[in-house]
C-alpha cells in the first residue's frame, strides 16, 4: 500500500486535491474531519477541551462553539499549544485506525490528509508527501470570500501554520493550487498515474489463479490505465572534498519535485565513487527500469551547463574518491571500447536547456573522473538495453550570468527539466553544429 501524506496552507486546495484522489481510487483520511469527530457532543475529547477553556467555548446545543474556541486559540499561541496537546493524539489514533482498516481491504493508496503535517506530523514516516501551494495573498481572499473569515482571522490562521518554505522542504511533490480548480485536478491525475504505474511494477507477478480468484472488491482501486508513463532516473551526487551541497544533487532534487509527469521521474544520489557510483546506477537501472537515464554531476571550473557527449573508457584520478581510490590511467571497464556516445539528442536538449535562460553548450569531454566514470559505465550498461537512453550533463558550482546564486538550483533544475523533456521527445538530433577547434 501506497502511504502519501497530503498538506498545504490553510485554502491552498487541499481539499480538491483529497476529492480527486478519492474519486480516483484512494482512501482519503481527512485530518479536519477526524478533529471534529473527536470533540462531537458526549466524547471524552470534548470534556477535555471545555475543562481546558471553560464553559465559553460551549455553543448553546452543548456542542463545541468553534467559532469561539478559535477566537481564543488563534491569537494566544500557549492556548493554541493547548488545544493541539488535547486533540492531536486522538485524532492520530483515529488516523492509524482508518489506515488500519484500508489496509486490512486491501486498498492500494490511502492518503493523509493532514493541515498541520510539518508541524506536527513526521513527514518522513509517509512514501510520498504532497505539498498544495497556493501564494498566502491569494488564499487569504479565497478565507475571506467563501469562509466568511475577517481578514484578520484568515491572517491569524496563517500564521499559526508552517511558512511555504518549510513545506516545500518537506515536499516529494509539489502541487500549484494559484490557478483553476480544473488545473488542479489534472495535476493530480498526472500524480496518480506515476503512482498507478509504481504499483504496477511493484506487485507480485499475478499466476492465473489469481487472476481467476481476482474479482474486484467494490470501492476498490481502480485497474491501471493500459497505458502506463515511463520512468526517467536523473542522478546527482552528493557532496564531495570538505562541502557540505553538491550542486548536481541540489538541482537534481528540485527536478524530482517540480516534475508534473506524466512521465515518473526518480531522483537518486550516488556516492562519489568510482566503483560504488557506477554500481549504484547499475543497480537503480535494472531496478527501476527506466526509459531515459541522465547523470548529472558538478563542474567546477565552469560556468555554463554542459551536455556532454563522449564519455572515455579512462579513469585518470587527480584526487582520490571518497573511498580513497585514486585510479591512474585505467580503463573504466577493462576491455571496453575507448568511448561511448550519449544515446541523447544531445544539440537538441542544449537547445532545449538554453531556452529556460540558462547558459548551456555540448561538451566533447567529461573529464577523466568519477562523473566520466560514471557516465561511461552506463552507456556500457545500456549497450544490453535495448532503446534505453542514457546520457549526462555538468552543472557549474555557481551560474555566475549575472543573476541571484540563491536561484541556481531552482534555474538548473528547469533547465534539466527541459533536457529531460526533449530526450523523451525528439527522436533526431538538430542537424546544427556543435563542433569546436580547439
Ligand atoms: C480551533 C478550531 C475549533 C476552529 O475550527 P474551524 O471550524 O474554524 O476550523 P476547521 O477545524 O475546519 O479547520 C480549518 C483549517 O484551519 C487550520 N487549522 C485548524 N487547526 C489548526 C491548528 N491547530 N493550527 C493551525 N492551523 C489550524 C487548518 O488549515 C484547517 O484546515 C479547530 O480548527 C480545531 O479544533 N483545531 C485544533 C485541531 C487541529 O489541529 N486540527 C487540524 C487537523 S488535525
Ligand atoms: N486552483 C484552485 N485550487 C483549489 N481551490 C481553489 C482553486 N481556485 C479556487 N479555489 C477555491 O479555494 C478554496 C480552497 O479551499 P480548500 O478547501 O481546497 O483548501 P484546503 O487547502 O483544503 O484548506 P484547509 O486547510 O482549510 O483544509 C475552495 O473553496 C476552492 O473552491
Given at each position: ?198 504499483a504496477v511494477e511493484e506487485a507480485p507477478a499475478q499466476g492465473a489463479d489469481d487472476v ?227
Amino acid at each position: 500500500m501506497l502511504r502519501v501524506g497530503l498538506t498545504g496552507g490553510i485554502a491552498a486546495g487541499k481539499s480538491v486535491v483529497a476529492g480527486r484522489l478519492a474519486e480516483l481510487g484512494a482512501v482519503v483520511v481527512d485530518y479536519d474531519v477526524l478533529a471534529r469527530d473527536v470533540v462531537a457532543p458526549g466524547t471524552t475529547g470534548l470534556a477535555s477541551v471545555v475543562e481546558a477553556f471553560g464553559p465559553g467555548v460551549v455553543a448553546p446545543d452543548g456542542g463545541l462553539d468553534r467559532e469561539a474556541l478559535a477566537g481564543v486559540v488563534f491569537a494566544d499561541a500557549a492556548a493554541l499549544a493547548r488545544l493541539n496537546a488535547i486533540v492531536h493524539p486522538l485524532v492520530r489514533r483515529e488516523a492509524a485506525q482508518r489506515e488500519a482498516d484500508a489496509a486490512a481491504a486491501g486498498r492500494s493508496v490511502v492518503v493523509h490528509d493532514v493541515p498541520l503535517l510539518v508541524e506536527t506530523g513526521d513527514p518522513a514516516s509517509f512514501d510520498a508527501v504532497v505539498v498544495v501551494e497556493a501564494p498566502a495573498d491569494v488564499r487569504l481572499e479565497r478565507l475571506v470570500a467563501e469562509r466568511s473569515m475577517t481578514p484578520e482571522q484568515a491572517r491569524a490562521r496563517m500564521a499559526a501554520q508552517a511558512s511555504d518554505a518549510e513545506r516545500r522542504a518537506a515536499a516529494s511533490v509539489l502541487l500549484d493550487g494559484s490557478g483553476t480548480v480544473d488545473g488542479l485536478r489534472a495535476q493530480v491525475d498526472a500524480l496518480w498515474r506515476s503512482w498507478v504505474r509504481t504499483a504496477v511494477e511493484e506487485a507480485p507477478a499475478q499466476g492465473a489463479d489469481d487472476v481467476e480468484e481476482g474479482r474486484p472488491e467494490q470501492g476498490a482501486a481502480p485497474s491501471p490505465p493500459d497505458v502506463v508513463p515511463v520512468t526517467v532516473l536523473v542522478t546527482g551526487f552528493e557532496p564531495f572534498g570538505g562541502r557540505t551541497v553538491n550542486a548536481s544533487w541540489e538541482a537534481v532534487e528540485r527536478l524530482g519535485r517540480l516534475w508534473a509527469g506524466p512521465e515518473r521521474v526518480v531522483v537518486e544520489r550516488l556516492p562519489v565513487a568510482f566503483g560504488a557510483g557506477p554500481a549504484r546506477l547499475r543497480e537503480l537501472v535494472t531496478r527501476l527500469r527506466p526509459a531515459l537515464v541522465l547523470g548529472v554531476g558538478e563542474a567546477g571550473g565552469r560556468r555554463v551547463v554542459s551536455l556532454e557527449r563522449v564519455a572515455l573508457n579512462l579513469a585518470d584520478a587527480r584526487i582520490p574518491d571518497t573511498t580513497g581510490a585514486a585510479p591512474v590511467d585505467e580503463p573504466v571497464v577493462a576491455g571496453g571500447p575507448t568511448a561511448y556516445l550519449a544515446s541523447l539528442p544531445v544539440k537538441a536538449c542544449a537547445a532545449a536547456a538554453r531556452a529556460t535562460g540558462v547558459p548551456t553548450e555540448v561538451s566533447h569531454t567529461a573529464g577523466t573522473y568519477v562523473c566520466n566514470a560514471t557516465f561511461y559505465a552506463l552507456l556500457h550498461h545500456l549497450e544490453a538495453l535495448d532503446g534505453v537512453r542514457g546520457g549526462f550533463v555538468h552543472v557549474p558550482v555557481e551560474l555566475d550570468d549575472g543573476t541571484d546564486p540563491d536561484d541556481d538550483a531552482q534555474r538548473l533544475a528547469l533547465a534539466l527539466a527541459a533536457v529531460v523533456r526533449t530526450a523523451l521527445d525528439v527522436g533526431v538530433d538538430l542537424r546544427t553544429t556543435a563542433g569546436t577547434l580547439d
